[in-house]
Structures are given as structure tokens and as C-alpha cells.
């Protein structure tokens, strides 16, 4: 059976991984800019308990393989009482749904805190000061002045990591997740074809990293010439 054949006999089930993937993706990212933007601030905030709370946070996640990171979301959690809705929604499962996506938060989270970090530090101290002296207060100047410029200063950073948390969403399908991976997985199972399904895989991922890639060097261009 050729690779063609392979795709168009299995794709709704390709389909099916794709949106997955995508959107378990998508929610992790955005919970990882949240997070760490947060931590971020902790970790240059004046508050030592602050700094203290976000280093430790970064250097637990940071050393520790995303795998394990999904394991203990996904079997440990609930041993300690924390125990997400068992419940299937258009034959998805939402508790292995929302361990794949704490798991990958986590930990996109405390790699976003140190890029945030540094576009924050990158910011002349001067623009801090002028937005104080125009009547903004601390909140306020880093909200309005300061973050917008560290934005435009980490994008290709967060470019890269939004492309690494795509590829690194294949790991959740340790835990029964119907991402690509695990659709490749099952149509090497039900077809006997050990390796079309893999490269069918591949080829999905590449379009889907590729397009955003593009649309982040889209953006810097926009963002370079309304400066």
C-alpha cells in the first residue's frame, strides 16, 4: 500500500489527530504565555519570596523530562486527590485532555519566563522612568510601555518555542491522547504499514510548524515597519 493510499483510506482518523494536536497545542500555549509572563515578573520583581518561588519553578520544570511531567499529571495527580472530570465529549476523553494540557503548560511555561524575562530586561531602564514621570504607575507603565516593546524584542524566541511545544505534544500519547502520534500509532496497528503512517505524520507536522514560522517572520515584518 503506497503512502497515498494510506492517507486518503485513514483520513479522517490523520484529520482527527491533527485537531488535536493543534488545539491541545494552542490552549498550552496560551495557558504558557499566561504563566509565564507571571513568573516572569516574579522573577524580576523586588519581592525576594518572588524570585525565589519563579527560580525554583523554572529550575524543577526545566530539569525535569516533559515526559515525566505528563505521567505525574496524568496517574499522579489523582492519587493525590486532584482528580479531573471523567467524562467523554464527542469521543473524547477530557480528563487525559486536561492532564496533556496541564503537563505541557508546565512546562512551556517556565521556558516562556525566562524568554519574557530577558525581552523585559532588553527594554532600555529609561522607558520605565519616562512613563513614571508622564503619571503612570508601576503596574500601568509595564502593561502599556514596557511589555508591548519586550513583545516585539522576544517574538522570534516565542516563535520558537510555540514550534517546540507542537513537536513536544506528540509525548502526550503515553497516556491515550488521539494526537498524530498516537493516530500513526493505531493505523500501523490496523494496517500493517509500519511506515507510511510515520511519514504521513512527519509531513503533517513540518506543514504545521513551517505555517507558523511563517506567520511569526510575517509578524516581525509588521512589527518592524510600524516602529
Known amino acids: ?13 490523520f484529520w482527527a489527530g491533527t485537531k488535536m494536536t493543534v488545539s491541545i497545542s494552542f490552549f498550552s500555549i496560551i495557558g504558557g504565555l499566561i504563566i509565564g509572563t507571571i513568573l516572569a515578573l516574579m522573577k524580576i ?25 505528563i505521567s ?8 493525590l486527590g486532584i482528580n479531573f472530570p471523567s467524562m467523554y465529549i464527542g469521543g473524547v476523553s477530557i480528563d487525559r485532555v486536561a492532564s496533556g494540557i496541564l503537563a505541557l503548560t508546565i512546562n512551556t511555561s517556565a521556558y ?5 524575562r530577558s525581552g523585559i530586561q532588553s527594554v532600555e531602564k529609561g522607558q520605565m522612568e519616562a ?17 508591548p ?16 511545544i507542537i513537536k513536544t505534544s506528540s509525548q502526550v500519547s503515553v497516556i491515550g491522547m488521539a494526537d498524530l502520534m498516537y493516530t500513526a500509532n493505531t493505523i500501523q496497528g490496523i494496517s500493517f504499514q509500519p511506515m507510511q ?3 504521513i505524520v512527519a509531513a503533517i507536522y513540518f506543514v504545521i510548524t513551517f505555517t507558523i514560522s511563517c506567520g511569526v517572520r510575517y509578524m516581525e515584518k509588521y512589527m518592524g515597519k510600524s516602529t
Open 112 to 116: 516562556i519566563c525566562e524568554i519574557v
Open 131 to 147: 512613563a513614571r514621570s508622564l503619571g503612570f504607575n508601576s503596574p500601568s507603565a509595564m502593561r502599556l510601555v514596557v511589555l
Open 72 to 79: 505525574i499529571a496524568f496517574f499522579g495527580l489523582p492519587m
Open 197 to 199: 503512517p510515520l511519514f
Open 1 to 13: 500500500m503506497s503512502i497515498l493510499d494510506v492517507f486518503l483510506k485513514y483520513s479522517d482518523m
Open 45 to 69: 520583581s523586588k519581592v525576594g519570596a518572588f524570585r525565589w518561588i519563579s527560580n525554583a519553578y523554572v529550575e524543577l520544570i526545566r530539569g525535569t523530562p516533559v515526559l515525566v511531567q
Open 149 to 164: 516593546q519586550a513583545i516585539k524584542n522576544i517574538l522570534p524566541a516565542l516563535g520558537n518555542e510555540f514550534v517546540t
